[in-house]
């Protein structure tokens, strides 16, 4: 794991959890930590509301065939009042669900009312020996899963208390051994369940909280990442274009110069006859070189939204780098084209660009460029030999990337984000050589 990612985890963990009373809504917590307990909780809600339907359905069975209403001595008008008042409270808190704070009063008020009925229904069929008693432990579950504080655990644990009063009352007797280890039976069973539904929705709360730091974080390495291409795009791009430019400039400056001296040795008329020509034929190339900045503007746009025929992009910039930084540049296929994917297309573009700037900047003009694109199984191979000056390479290659001169390192980086290996050799008096090889898939039918 990364040190982001670990920073981001360790401050996950230190982070206090969100707190809030028994109904608190997504307001009163921070950020999307809220709007996750607001959506889980109408989930969970909605889960609730089927889940009463089922019983509802069950209910009407037992309080509709009499031999069951007489087992279990629910019938008459008051079972089916009960009944009624209980679909017409699911009805209402399935209705109200949505509106947040009241959803949430609904669901707690309900859920007591239906644990009322199961009060009376433990009572009226065994007390604390009855099998409904059993019913005690899904609410547990229930008001834990709905309200994980501890003041919603309350409701369901009174339920024992309360049985075992009303089944002295209406029983008439006395508390035996047997009910008192009922009671610590089910206790039992009930603070087990509750520790570890708490421990359950905690730690979904912080893995929560977790994945949202770092979903946050990711984006961020994102922009970064985005902004370091469009960067190297520039630089690689009308960097190139625009640094021939500079060199046009400067030259036209020298020139203009160089005709004021000579104007006052030989006369205006005639220096000014002399240098004319040449400044006009400069300024046509400049000219050129703006519309060839647009141009490369427009590609570095498709480029950058779209795949593009890479040797037919690679076999047109050769032809525009000869004009352009005026060098004899020759360009040679070898083997069937393959997919190299719109990435490390882009990246054998641009070390093209970047490497005949290089040439144009340092080995001057004429300089013989032989760029060769080879496709052999399972690779792809660019290579650009100039026959320039050449320089002799300094022990560590990183040392070529100066500060405010990216071209090199701009190599380097697209190598790397490729998975490509780039290589470069030079030697005084023999020019330099570069070769970026990239990972290439199955040929193309054509």
Sequence with gaps: MSETSAAVLGSARAEPLPRG?????????????GAFSEDRFLTRARALFYARLAFLVLGLGVIGVP????????????????????????????????????????TFSTLCADLCVLV???????????????????FTTLFVVLFPTPLAVVPPLLTFPVVAKLDQLLGGHAVVQIDIFILLWYSAINCILVYVMVYLNERDRVKHRE???LSLAVREMAIVEERNRLAREIHDGLGGVLSSVVIQSEYLLNMIDGSEVRSRLQGTHEARAAILPTIRKELSDLHSAAEDSMDELRRSLRMMKEDFDLVSALADYCKLASGRHRLEVRFNRVGRERFVGPESALALFRVLQETTTNVSKHCGKGTLVEVTLTFAPGHAQLRVKDHGKGFALPADP??????????????????????????????????????????????FAR
């Design 120 to 138: 009376w229904l433990v009572s009226v069929t065994g007390g604390l020996r009855s099998p409904l008693l059993a019913a005690q432990l899904l």
């Design 398 to 443: 990183t040392a070529l990337g100066r500060d405010g001169h990216y071209g090199l390192a701009n190599m380097r980086e697209r190598a790397n984000k490729v998975a490509g290996q780039i290589r470069m050799t030079s030697e005084p008096g023999k020019g330099t050589c570069i070769e970026l090889t990239v990972h290439a898939g199955e040929e």
């Design 67 to 106: 031999a069951w209403s007489q087992a279990f001595g629910v019938g008459g008008p008051g079972a089916y009042a009960i009944y009624l008042v209980m679909v017409a409270y699911s009805a209402a808190n399935y209705v109200f669900l949505p509106k947040k704070h009241v959803g949430r009063i609904l």
């Design 21 to 33: 009373g028994l109904f608190a809504g997504p307001a009163e917590k921070s950020g999307t930590s």
């Design 211 to 213: 994945l949202a730091k």
